[in-house]
């Protein structure tokens, strides 16, 4: 069946999808300054995430444009009527620190100071230093699907019809908690989570199929009760969004989301993508200009 | 002077059910969750009466202490339920990342702790959950005595903001405090007041305390026996207070020496006041399965070497 759209909507869409293109190209700049800065962290996996970041928080994800000091957005904890996310893999905070900076949480200058001394960014991501967005503490792996879950349940309670977003790794999946979770959600029908797994089949001591398969991850979570739909290319923008719709749209049926989502770890830095060598070293001077030759800068370095 | 009235014997964990039964008519954003334990946390009341607010999780404790911490994202008050032993040694990381690091309003609510247990044995019996909960940063640690106790304090932390750690036990013990106590985090409670010893106790070793201040009485020795219902933020005052009358310590708890009370204790006379100390506690070995009474006997958790360990004490003043 054939689907009228109307082109100039169209068009919308594709400008929609060019603008946040510019901004994944930015936060990609931010991620390698980052890490290039403190001569640590993890570039790999924040690469290959940042167009799910780019397009949930600033397409498909709705958050409060409230603004309080400084006009930054006022931060609410409990996020009452909006889109929550949680990062469960809280190794790749450079792609979630410059995300929530650019949109508008706090100043980006600030990611200038990520992994030194007294500052709100933490190597992993914390609520403890109270840096707007941050709703949870992440890095021990495994633990965030099931802080969603809560999340979720808590919105349930409270008649707040908003979604619950989690992003996970593949590596991550190995943890034993994550499959707690995973038979919660379907049995108690938490139906406003979308979880989403960064399947790049990388992770530090090699690949996943060699360092301990995941198999077949698509069966699993079928067989735990979720329903399964897939991101074939998950750096691709248009993709991405297209895929972030789909699951708000089949979302609210009684089953939890599952989306597994193909990323290239080092995504849009050349030398960083095909291997895992790049999930948790930093690059040096003459990496970081070849990095940064490659990435346009959109919005302006902080 | 006697501020104790033994009334009949009931399990502290009926202390906690009855508590939440009452935080479950008065206070919406109380919730509780389950690790398939319910009929031992005595939560049934609750359930019944609140099913929209209680969370099954199975045989599954890290993810209940994860969700736990997401409930509380949404403004509730979670009470995340189990056995001592897998409401903390089995889930430390979660409760360190998800509940205390991130400063979540949730109250663990464990039952069965110590050696009270009884025939389930050792690989039951946690001795070690206060040493966790105690080095870890922004955890409450509360061990109440009786079942008016309990539920006082089930009660209370629904009004505390931030992470706490609540253990009890399973045997029917004497009640013997007041049924209308109000409950204050952090501040000991004078049982009685004495020149000769100062014994703080916690848990189901307050009882013994009490029955050790008797024999002590008949002895012609003067205990002071305090009640330290939480261990963390402890009430240096009020021991204080308390060693620099008697100059002598004895503390007790079901729970190992290292890192428990006694250690707490410790801390803060080597610090500000010192005072030779006795430990009536598990040294350094796992339990057993037996009765409660013959392990606290046999661990020397009773009344008998209290007694002993004062006496000990006491010809260590100089």
Redesign the interface.
């Known amino acids: 069946m054939a689907i009228f759209v109307p082109f100039t909507i169209k068009i919308d869409f594709l400008m929609q999808i060019k603008e946040l293109e510019d901004i994944a190209s930015q936060v990609r700049r931010d991620i390698v300054r980052m890490v290039h800065g403190c001569a640590s962290g993890h570039p790999g996996g924040s690469l290959g995430c940042t167009d799910l970041l780019v397009g949930l928080y600033f397409q498909q994800m709705k958050i409060s444009n409230r603004k309080g000091k400084g006009g930054f957005l006022s931060f609410r904890?409990?996020?009452?009527n909006e889109d929550?996310f949680f990062l469960s893999n809280g190794h790749i905070s450079p792609v979630f620190y410059s995300v929530l900076a650019r949109r508008g949480y706090f100043d980006v200058a600030e990611l200038s100071t990520f992994r030194k001394i007294d500052s709100r960014l933490q190597g992993h991501p914390?609520?403890?230093e109270h840096l707007p967005g941050i709703?949870?503490?992440?890095?021990?792996l495994?633990?965030?699907?099931?802080?969603?879950?809560?999340?979720?349940?808590?919105?349930k309670?409270?008649g707040?019809d908003r979604m619950v977003y989690v992003l996970m790794g593949d590596g991550e999946q190995q943890e034993?908690?994550i499959w707690?979770?995973a038979?919660?959600a379907p049995?108690?029908k938490v139906d406003n989570l979308v979880a989403v797994i960064d399947l790049n089949g990388q992770q530090i001591d090699g690949s996943t199929d060699q360092v301990m398969n995941n198999r077949d991850l698509k069966a699993k979570y079928k067989a735990f009760g979720w329903r399964v739909m897939e991101i074939a290319n998950g750096n691709d923008m248009e993709e991405v969004v297209k895929g972030l719709r789909k699951a708000k749209r089949i979302s609210g049926k009684g089953q939890p989301i599952m989306i597994l989502m193909n990323t290239e770890m080092g995504a849009g830095v050349d030398f960083m993508m095909g291997s895992h060598k790049w999930h948790g070293i930093a690059p040096n001077d003459e990496q970081l200009a070849a990095a940064l030759a490659q990435l346009p800068e959109t919005l302006g370095d902080y | 002077m006697k501020k104790y009235t033994y009334t009949e014997k009931q399990d502290t964990r009926s202390g906690f059910g009855d508590g939440m039964t009452e935080l479950g008519r008065t206070n919406p954003k109380v919730?509780t969750l389950c690790a398939d334990l319910v009929g031992s946390l005595k939560t049934a009341t609750f359930i019944k009466e609140n099913p929209?607010?209680f969370?099954q999780?199975?045989i599954?404790e890290?993810?209940?202490?994860?969700?736990?911490?997401?409930?509380?994202?949404?403004?509730?008050i979670?009470y995340p339920t189990t056995f001592a032993n897998f409401g903390s040694g089995r889930v430390y990381?979660?409760i360190?990342?998800?509940i205390a690091?991130?400063?979540?309003n949730v109250k663990i609510a464990v039952s069965h702790a110590g050696l009270t247990l009884g025939e389930d044995g050792a690989t039951h019996q946690i001795l070690e959950d206060i040493a966790m909960m105690r080095s870890m940063p922004n955890m409450t640690v509360i061990n109440p005595c009786d079942y008016n106790q309990t539920k006082a304090a089930t009660i209370a932390l629904a009004d505390h903001v931030g992470p706490a750690y609540l253990r009890f036990g399973r045997p029917k013990v004497p009640i013997f405090t007041d049924p209308n106590q109000k409950f204050e985090i952090g501040k000991a409670w004078t049982v009685n007041e004495g020149k000769d010893v100062s014994i703080f106790a916690t848990g189901h070793l307050v009882w013994e305390a009490i029955q050790a201040g008797e024999i002590l009485a008949e002895k012609g020795i003067d205990a002071e026996i305090i009640n330290i219902h939480t261990i963390k933020p402890l009430d240096t005052a009020a021991i204080l207070k308390s060693v620099r009358k008697t100059k002598c310590v004895v503390t007790c708890e079901e729970h190992q020496a290292n890192g428990g009370l006694g250690d707490a204790v410790a801390q803060t006379l080597a610090q500000n006041f010192l005072a030779p100390q006795e430990y009536v506690a598990v040294n350094d070995s796992f339990g057993e399965s037996g009765t409660p009474e013959q392990l606290m006997a046999k661990y020397g958790l009773s009344a008998e070497a209290i007694v002993e360990k004062t006496l000990k004490v006491i010809a260590r003043k100089s």
Do not use: C, W
């Open positions: 904890m409990d996020g009452v929550l914390t609520t403890h709703r949870v503490a992440s890095g021990s495994g633990q965030g699907m099931s802080v969603a879950i809560g999340a979720a349940l808590a919105k309670l409270n707040d034993g908690q707690e979770a038979q919660f049995h108690h | 919730v929209e607010r969370f999780t199975g599954a890290a993810n209940m202490m994860g969700i736990a911490a997401g409930l509380t994202i949404g403004g509730y979670p990381d979660q360190r990342q998800s690091y991130s400063n979540k």
